[in-house]
């Protein structure tokens, strides 16, 4: 199971945007033999057969039919989302000030921002590049230290220690050149990386991120040091069991979502028609009549996977004692009355009985009682669809921080698991 972890610190590399991470998901189904299908296309699916689409340039949905009518056995779920917070590149802020060449930012979602400071940033994402008469998108990726967000010394700003607001307007702009007079310094980076002229660039989604690699860590290499692990781990873990079933008597789906971190409302989010539609046209492709379409909804399953909250020996006091998952002991179950997320009693026994066909260890998790509870896909797509669901996710530490830590035990671990469920 060891080549798991590998091919999980290379899948953290390869998506530092969700275009690249998106592109990550599909190579690997191509090379496991998924055909890719597209919306605007008449569907000829068999039973057997593995598919893939992919919805705004982000999202995938891949499924394989199952043997089994789907009135019988409905659908065997499970979902993920591939955006984390980040930095995103507003072009037309570039400007030369002060001898430096610098660009501002708009920051996606909720990171944890002083730690994107200090850092050598490469830029990633999606260009439209215009080639004769067509318009191209291309996927970006410049690996290399191109950027920095340097901070103010200690001596400028001697509070920094008590905790600092920046303000992503004024000091989180980066600073991509010394004494250049090139006056669209991104664009130029771009054209270089794609071999193209900086005049055929139309428009770009880019972003920075952090040039670390994904790395294993610690004395005994039980943990996982990378950007992403919200929520790329388990979009791994859930990928790596669906390319490994076969032949599955119900019909498996692995719907990889873009946009949580902003909310899912979203073309491409899980508060949308992809899934819905999906299941639905899949239905139609297999025969089966409106009638069986919904007896199939109200016999599927779906488990949403986002990480967890590990105890934080450093900060015991934010974490119920009693519902406090601990690194390396387990995939957590997650549980909040107000539905924060879907889990319930028997969602969780569905979850628990896959566990022990496993022979793996799960925790649970439950906010302290006097604190706020995040969310994730689970209990909007359940409402959506009918759908019983749980919400499940490895423990983690840093959730958000540009480098977040996992253990590498609870994603193998979790991979046996969804193995069963997707049998
Ligand atoms: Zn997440």
Known sequence: MEHHINDLLSFLDEGPTPFNASAAITRRLDKAGFTRIREQDAWQLKPGGRYYLVRGETAVMAFIIGSEPLAQSGFQIAASHIDSPSLKIKGASQKNVANTSKVGVEVYGGPIVHTWLDRELGLAGKVMVQDGQELKTHLVNVAEPVAIIPNAAIHMNRDLNKGFQYNPQMHLTAILATGSDEEKPVKAIVAKELNIDVEQIVDCELYFYDLAKATRL??????????????????????????????????CVAAFFDHEEIGSTTLQGADSSFLDIILKRISAQMKATPEDHFRALSQSFMISADMAHALHPSYMEKYDPDYSPLINKGPTIKINSNHRYASTASSNQRFIRLCNEAKVEYQKFMVRSDMPCGSTVGPRVSALLGIPTIDIGNPMWAMHSVREVCGTKDHIDLIKVLNKYYR
Do not use: V
């Open 218 to 251: 610690g004395l005994d290499k039980s943990m996982i040091s990378s950007g992403r692990l919200d929520n790329l781990a388990m979009t791994h873990a859930i990928l790596t069991s669906l390319i490994s079933a076969k032949q599955p008597q119900s019909t």
